[in-house]
């Protein structure tokens, strides 16, 4: 009984060996086959100007393979000015870390997800600021611009640009008429 068990077991063995080897070789031929660029784009009429102007926000990722893939996010005028750029490897925007193939099947959801939630509120809908402490406590994030401007801003309704600069951090960015172009109103992010 002690020879065949050990028949058993070796046997085992071969099989799981064959078995991972062949797996092995799956995945590797399974990210070289499906490894290769990335590309799309969206866009969607938006008002950042102001609450009534006319404006295109456009998301853009483009790159092969798609692990290096670049990331625009750009808003432009009626007229075709460009009032906001950004623009950062679109990999570092992802939750946790994914290659190809599973990396090239979320670039349109990405997209997507930014056309849709990108500008959905106002200065209006701010909360009261108070202090560093307390302010990061109900929002997580940081007020960039003096106190003063900032409660200045809660009173007119002057739409508010989010989106995400990395796997746990953001940025608000509204329409300056002085620069006529976008200046940074808040940083967020989830900081331990």
């Known amino acids: 009984m002690g020879q065949c068990m050990w028949v058993k077991i070796l046997v085992l063995l071969g099989c799981v060996s064959w078995s991972l080897s062949a797996l092995a070789t799956d995945v590797i031929d399974l990210n070289k086959s499906t490894a290769g660029p990335c590309e799309f784009e969206g866009s969607k009429s938006v008002s950042f100007i102001n609450v009534a102007s006319d404006d295109v926000l456009k998301v853009r990722v483009s790159g092969n393979p798609c692990s290096k893939a670049k990331l625009w996010i750009t808003v432009l005028t009626k007229d075709q000015n460009e009032v906001y750029r950004y ?89 300056d008429e002085k620069k006529s172009g976008s200046k940074l109103l808040m940083r967020g992010g989830v900081f331990k």
């Open 87 to 175: 623009e950062s490897n679109f990999i570092e925007h992802m939750p946790f870390l994914i290659y190809e193939p599973e990396l090239n099947g979320l670039v349109e959801f990405f997209v997507a997800k930014v056309l849709s939630s990108a500008i959905s509120r106002t200065t209006q809908d701010l909360p009261e600021y108070t202090n560093v402490d307390d302010y990061y406590e109900l929002t997580n994030d940081f007020v960039i611009v003096p106190p003063a401007e900032y409660e200045a801003l809660r009173q007119v309704p002057q739409p508010i640009l989010w989106h995400i600069t990395g796997d746990t951090s953001w940025v608000h960015w509204i329409y």
